[in-house]
C-alpha cells in the first residue's frame, strides 16, 4: 500500500477535529484502533490495508489518539472516552457520507466499535471484534490485568523509555521476536508527542475514578450485525474468558481463537487474521 493511494483529511465534528485516512472503494469498512502509547489507525493497520481491497476503508485516528483532537479533563469528567468516541465517530461518518458500513475494532477501538454497533444497530452490518474491551463483566478476570499495568506504568514515573516500550510489547504479544529493535524504537518514537502524553494522563485518570471500561455487555443483545469474535489465546490484557459473555449475548456470533497469540492478532497471526476478515465480510450470507 503506497502513500500515494492513501486519501487524508479532517472531519470537524461538535467535539474536535477528527483526523481521517481512507483507502479503495466498495462497502465502506471502519477500522477503529487500540489504546497503546502513540497508537493511531493508520499505525496500527496500515500493514494489512492490502487484505481490504474492495472495501472502502476508512480509518479514523479516535479521540485522544494520532491526529484527532485531545478530550479535556471536563469531556472525560462528564462522559466516558468510548462515550465521547462513538458521538465523534457517529458525526465523522455522517459528514463522510457514509450509510451502512462494516466495523472493525480492537481493544479501547473493539469498545468504541461495540458502542456504535449497539448505538446504530441498522447501519452496522457487520461486526469483527478482536479482545474489545467493555464487552465483558469485570468479575470474570482480576483487574487490572497484567497488560493494563503496563499501558499505566509507560506514562508515569520517569515517563516514556525505550525500555518501557519494550515491556509493553513483550506482554501485548505471546512471541516478543516479532519486534525488531527498529519498531520498538519506532512505536517508541510514536509516543512522545506531547499533547498525547497530557491526555493519557488524564484519561488514565478518569479511567481509574470511572472503575475501568463501560459497562457495555449489558447492551450487548441490541446488536443486530454478523458478528466475528477474534482473540489471542494468550491475551494478557483482555483475557480469553471474557469471550464468554459475548458469545451468550449476541444473536449472530462466532469465535475464533488463535493459539501462541496475544493481544495484537492483526500482527501476531496477520495472514490467518487477513484471511478470515475477508471471508467473514464478503460472506453475502445473512
Not at 523509555?161 to 519498531?183: G, H, Q, S
Request: aromatic content about 8%.
Amino acid at each position: 500500500m503506497t502513500s500515494s493511494e492513501l486519501r487524508e483529511r479532517v472531519v470537524e465534528t461538535t467535539l474536535g477535529a477528527i483526523h481521517v485516512t481512507e483507502v479503495g472503494e466498495g462497502t465502506p469498512l471502519v477500522l477503529m484502533h487500540g489504546g497503546g502509547p502513540g497508537a493511531s489507525a493508520l499505525a496500527n493497520y496500515r500493514a494489512n490495508l492490502e487484505a481490504f481491497a474492495g472495501f472502502r476503508v476508512i480509518l479514523p485516528d479516535q479521540p485522544g489518539f494520532g491526529g484527532s483532537y485531545r478530550p479535556s479533563e471536563a469531556e472525560l469528567e462528564a462522559r466516558s472516552i468510548t462515550e465521547i468516541t462513538v458521538d465523534a465517530m457517529i458525526q465523522t461518518l455522517h459528514a463522510l457520507g457514509v450509510g451502512d458500513y462494516f466495523l472493525l475494532g480492537n481493544s479501547l477501538g473493539g469498545a468504541a466499535a461495540l458502542g456504535m454497533a449497539i448505538a446504530q444497530p441498522e447501519r452496522v452490518k457487520k461486526l469483527v471484534l478482536m479482545a474489545p474491551g467493555g464487552g465483558w463483566a469485570p468479575i470474570t478476570t482480576p483487574l487490572p490485568t497484567e497488560g493494563q499495568k503496563e499501558m499505566f506504568r509507560y506514562y508515569n514515573g520517569e515517563g516514556p523509555t525505550v525500555k518501557k516500550m519494550r515491556n509493553f510489547i513483550r506482554v501485548m504479544v505471546a512471541n516478543p521476536k516479532l519486534f525488531d529493535e527498529a519498531e520498538v524504537e519506532a512505536r517508541y518514537e510514536a509516543s512522545l508527542d506531547e499533547s498525547h502524553i497530557e491526555f493519557y494522563h488524564r484519561y488514565n485518570a478518569a479511567f481509574a475514578k470511572r472503575g475501568g471500561m463501560d459497562p457495555l455487555w449489558r447492551d450487548l443483545g441490541r446488536i443486530r450485525a454478523d458478528t466475528l469474535l477474534l482473540w489471542g489465546r494468550d491475551d494478557r490484557t483482555i483475557t480469553l474468558d471474557g469471550a464468554g459473555l459475548m458469545l451468550k449475548q449476541i444473536r449472530r456470533v462466532q469465535l475464533h481463537v488463535f493459539g501462541n497469540c496475544g493481544h495484537w492478532v492483526q500482527v501476531e497471526r496477520k495472514a490467518e487474521f487477513e484471511r478470515l476478515v475477508a471471508d467473514f465480510l464478503t460472506d453475502g450470507s445473512e
